[in-house]
């Protein structure tokens, strides 16, 4: 687990690279959405396009137990398709042109198309790690072996 060749931490994921940059896009493109959306809308698509990478890095966090790895992962994929129909919300207010909407979609699916691969591969992150120090089990006494 601690010496994965394709990644020493989170930040080395494609897939956590890709879910930021997608990120300050939607922030990007938010900013002219109207005052009024900034409590609903805007609010959402930015929570929720910021929670991909944030379920990533917890993923990476919990990988030494697979299903707690691949349970983020799958929250990952959630996020993603939540930003999804928030995108396609806002193309249906004209806050987005199709061409944009179409972009970004398109990009979401790429990610999820990418933690699938990683739920399907979840034992090529997962494990104990190399470097975990183990102890001896202690011995405690109890009423039959003490007397």
């Known amino acids: 687990m601690g010496n994965l060749p394709h990644a020493q931490t989170y930040r080395d994921l494609v897939v956590y690279q890709k879910a930021r940059q997608l990120s300050r896009e939607i922030f990007k493109l938010t900013k002219t959405f109207p005052k009024e959306e900034t409590y609903s809308l805007t609010d959402q698509i930015r929570r929720s396009s910021r ?72 034992s090529m992150f997962c494990g104990t790690p190399t470097y975990s120090i183990r102890e001896q089990a202690a011995e405690y006494f109890t009423a039959t072996n003490h007397q």
């Not at 991909?52 to 919990?62: D, L, N, P, S």
């Not at 993603?80 to 129909?85: M, R």
């Not at 199709?98 to 691969?117: C, T």
């Open 51 to 122: 929670s991909v990478g944030a379920q990533i890095a917890e993923a990476w966090a919990k990988r030494r137990y697979e299903a707690h790895f691949v349970s983020r992962l799958t929250d990952a994929d959630g996020e993603c398709l939540e930003t999804q129909h928030w995108l396609e919300t806002a193309l249906d207010c004209n806050y987005l042109t199709p061409e944009q909407s179409a972009d970004l979609v398109a990009q979401y699916d790429e990610i999820g198309r990418l933690i699938a691969g990683m739920i399907a591969k979840a």
